[in-house]
């Protein structure tokens, strides 16, 4: 497995989560700090802001599972899908290097969280 290749491609996904996370938190600081006199423009606000917070909380999970799988290649567990044990697709993992599950188990995962 070319562990530093995915070490490589996780740092620089890391990287631009974080470009994306700063940017959209001056987002809404921004728009917090707008004067805003008429009521449409308080409606166009607000939906932008919603809108910016439901993607920097996407944001903020991917981030996690990408720190998540930095610390795996760290301690010798990269690439271990967390239900099987098995070891992932590289071919997933050049798609998705932060992936968790492999593709039979994603499959399950998916299922149950719609059940939910």
Known sequence: MQVELYRSKLLERK????????NLKH???????CDIKEEADFASC?????????LYKKQQQELLEVEEALKKI?????G????????INPAR???????KYCIDCREIVEK???LR
Do not use: T
């Not at 990287?15 to 700063?22: G, Q, R, T």
């Not at 271990?80 to 070891?87: D, K, L, S, W, Y």
């Not at 993992?93 to 992936?99: D, H, M, R, S, T």
């Open 46 to 54: 607000s939906s932008n802001s919603e809108s910016n917070f439901y």
């Open 27 to 33: 987002e809404f600081q921004d728009i917090n700090s």
């Open 93 to 99: 993992l050049e798609i998705k290097p932060f992936a």
């Open 74 to 78: 760290n301690n010798g567990k990269y």
């Open 15 to 22: 990287d631009e989560l974080l470009k994306i996370m700063y």
């Open 80 to 87: 271990i899908c967390e239900m099987c044990e098995e070891e």
């Open 112 to 114: 149950e969280e719609k």
